[in-house]
């Protein structure tokens, strides 16, 4: 049986033409793997939530631009762009929050333009099957350089565990939310392997469950010592001495350092400081947002009422009509935490800006 850490939440296949995701909206009671062909199904995978977490969007959106222009018959050059502009477009609106979906389309982009001049003058089929070659190669490259990230991370995050840590970690920032291990989770993994046995306690996340149905499954997959608890039993176990650090992910990170993250990470965030427990936030510096001055300059995604009222239940659990809120992160203030965990280094909130 394959472990978890060699599954590929997202891949594109061998001859570029499918992207290949799990659809995390199953698990964890069935592991199907989907080949999309299409932007329009790349963009509802990822708005359903077949396909989440701030790296793993930044990896669909590159896999994803360069499967459908692999995919697209063009007869001309200028043919060809403006369905790589029209596809860029469309899913870079597919979800707002996490920066890296964004990212990783301007990045193709970049890509396209610099091939774009190296084909100036040649016939349109040969330039356009080279402008191909190189975004494939440019959107694996990114999903490598995620690799690497992600154990740099990782390695980072372990520094700050003992044998048999308690972690509480939120929603999931594991090896499903990115190429491999994870940021927030892949330090568990990494204390594992040394033999720390670390104690994970994770927060089920309301209302769509990815701590219960993604950070639960994959490290119980792994044999990671992993204990299910409710969201509103964090500060009970902080209370009780069963939590030596907090860790979560982030979607993106304001120039004050102020850090977006699944709705309830704040609350984990207060709650720590209560305790005296340190809280970080894991994440690659690309999470790192200069456009945005603060965290309330962030847009945070609102999602559908019917996930907080009837997901996940055999019939709806609150009265037919009732006004829902359901923002699908919130902002973690710089001054909460201890540190954001990065792949340049464990760092202070306010030294994020002097990151070269
Ligand atoms: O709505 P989701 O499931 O995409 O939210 C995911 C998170 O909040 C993760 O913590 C974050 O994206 C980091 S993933 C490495």
Redesign the pocket.
Known sequence: MKSILEYDSVELSENGRDLIILDQSLLPNEEKFLHLTSAEQIFYAITL?KV??????GLTGALGLAMCMNRFEARTMAEFEKEFMRVKRYLSIS?PT?VNLVWGLDRMESCYYRSREVTEGRPAAEAISYIQDQLTTEARTIKLEDVKMCLAISEYGASLLKPGSGILT?????HL??SRY???LGPIYYAQQQGYMPKVYACETRP?L?GAR?TAYELNKAGVDVTLICDNMASDVMARGKIDVVF????RIAANGDVA??VG?SMLAILARHYGIPCYA??PTGMLDPSAPTGSDIVI?ERPSFEVTDMYYDKPMAPKGIKVYNP??DITPAGLLTGIITEKGIITPDKLGTLK
Do not use: I, P, W
């Open positions: 939530l989440r977490g701030a790296s793993a969007l979800r996490a939120y929603c999931n920032a594991g939310a990115v994870g940021t927030a769509m990815q993604l979560f992910g982030c979607d993250n699944k990470s894991l994440g995604e699908a992160f």
